[in-house]
């Protein structure tokens, strides 16, 4: 094997219980930041991963330490991790992978942010906006976690990239999206389920697809806490 993965997925109960949750936010706040209001139904998967080159001579080990601020959320978030939805569903997972000797990927959400049973990978940084809705079952990732060709050989880890993504403000993702390497999706965007966002997205549109492509310009969207002045 060409890299050498070590993972750390902060435990949880098996099943759900409401008497678990209080102590499932606390430990759950114990490594990683998390606003105030900011509900979790579920346990999601929040793993830190530490990818590194095979060395017969030097081991390598997971510093905790390393990922600390690695993921943040924002206040009045809702995470879901159940299975209880009529749409296919599945855990929330959250997941910062370290690269080599590159700093760990970092995860930052907005306020009021809801999130249905969705995967987020960073090896460098994952960013969504305030006010944003991810549907069940998406990806969002910065990285494939491995190169085009040569998964077997000795530079596998050296020639991993990722790309940062960005998803801006009130912005909804539909069910089963995947969002790849590199995008920005704009500020008050719609995106139609099953869609694969592989290019920028411009702010105030609809839109849909494999490739994903703007179908639809939508009206400027004012925010209500604003003023002329701002």
């Keep these: 094997m060409a ?3 070590e993972n750390f997925t902060i435990p949880f109960p098996s099943k759900s219980r ?3 949750r209080a102590h499932a936010l606390l430990k759950i706040k ?3 930041d998390v606003g105030d209001g900011t509900r979790f139904d579920g346990f999601p998967k929040i793993t830190f ?8 001579l030097q081991k390598s080990h997971l510093i905790l330490e390393e990922f600390n601020d690695c993921i ?11 299975d209880i939805s009529a749409f ?8 910062c992978a370290k690269l080599l000797h590159n700093p760990p990927g970092k995860i930052r959400i907005g306020d009021n942010v809801s999130i249905f049973c969705t995967a987020i990978i960073s090896y460098g940084l994952v960013t969504i906006g305030d006010n944003s809705v991810i549907s069940a079952m998406c990806t969002i990732m910065d990285s494939n976690g491995h190169p085009t060709f040569g998964r077997t050989y000795l530079d596998e880890a050296e020639r991993i990239n990722f790309s940062s993504v960005t998803i801006g403000k009130n912005v909804w993702i539909g069910i089963n999206c995947t969002v790849l390497p590199g995008v920005h999706i704009g500020d008050n965007c719609v995106i139609g389920a099953n869609a694969v966002i592989r290019s920028n997205i411009p702010e105030n549109c609809i839109a849909a697809g494999n490739p994903a492509k703007v179908l639809k310009k939508l009206p400027l969207m004012i925010n209500p806490n604003t003023t002329e002045n701002d």
């Excluded at 943040?72 to 159940?82: A, M, V």
């Design 18 to 20: 409401v008497s678990d």
């Design 3 to 5: 890299c050498i993965y």
């Design 30 to 32: 114990t490594y990683i």
């Design 49 to 56: 991963t530490k990818i590194s080159k095979p060395d017969a």
């Design 88 to 95: 296919h569903s599945s855990k929330s997972k959250l997941t």
């Design 72 to 82: 943040s959320i924002g206040s009045n978030c809702y995470i879901d991790s159940t």
